[in-house]
């Protein structure tokens, strides 16, 4: 019994220390909203200009997700992350400079009306995943000395990012050579009033107050 009575209070002091060192952490925790029911999440990223059966299965999808309601009638929702925009292949070869083709353009018309009607339908939810899924300078340095990257840039604007080296599909650093170079802050901001100022007037921010927007750091 005694054994007992030892043990009971070494554990009780045991978790007033515990509590006294992490005592903010445990009452944040404590006090951390939640839902009442489970909620399953549908996270998707990186559409945008690219392959063009993009659309087609984003009308595939957005017509499943409609079919099945909950027993309130509200009907799953997919998150898209939304890239802006790709290279555009044909200006850069006849410039040897840079140019971006947007998702507004008409050869993505599909893709951004598939996109539309899903969020029109409540099932499709548009986060902001980036202008272009990689940095435009670092991009057209790579290419001149990978051929890879100068063959995908033979087929863009209907190129996949994902074919990319790894290195260069990411936006907020210099990876033309490794290990990758820190942008500097003023080039981050720029590009980021760009890309929010974009997102909003292509996917009419003006249907924030029924459809929610997230913007989404990669």
């Known amino acids: ?3 007992i009575i030892i043990l009971l209070a070494l554990w009780f002091i045991g978790c007033s220390v515990i509590f006294f060192y ?3 952490a445990i009452v944040t925790s404590w006090r951390e909203p939640v839902l009442r029911r489970s909620i399953l999440i549908i996270e998707s990223d990186d559409w945008g200009p690219g392959p063009p059966d993009q659309a087609v ?3 595939a999808i957005a017509r499943l997700l409609i079919n099945y309601p909950d027993s309130d009638g509200r009907r799953p929702v997919m998150t898209l992350g939304v890239v802006l925009a790709t290279a555009d292949g044909e200006k850069i070869r006849g ?3 840079y140019h971006r083709q947007s998702i ?6 599909p893709l951004l009306e598939a996109i539309n009607k899903g969020v029109d339908a409540g099932v499709f939810a548009v986060q902001l995943h980036g202008m272009e899924h990689f940095w435009p300078p670092a991009l057209m340095a790579a290419s001149r000395v990978d051929e890879s990257v100068k063959a ?3 087929q863009a604007p209907q190129s996949a990012t994902e074919e990319l080296p790894s290195p260069l599909q990411s936006r907020w650093v210099d990876a033309s050579v490794l290990p ?3 942008l500097s802050v003023v080039e ?3 590009a980021v009033q760009e890309e929010v100022s974009t997102f909003q007037a292509i996917l009419s921010i003006g249907r924030i107050n029924t459809h929610s927007y997230y913007i989404h750091c990669h």
């Open 1 to 3: 019994m005694v054994t």
């Open 22 to 24: 992490y005592r903010n």
């Open 57 to 59: 299965a984003l009308l």
């Open 95 to 97: 410039s040897g400079e």
């Open 104 to 109: 507004a353009e008409p050869l993505h018309s």
């Open 152 to 154: 995908w840039l033979e």
């Open 180 to 182: 990758a170079r820190a």
């Open 188 to 190: 981050i901001r720029r």
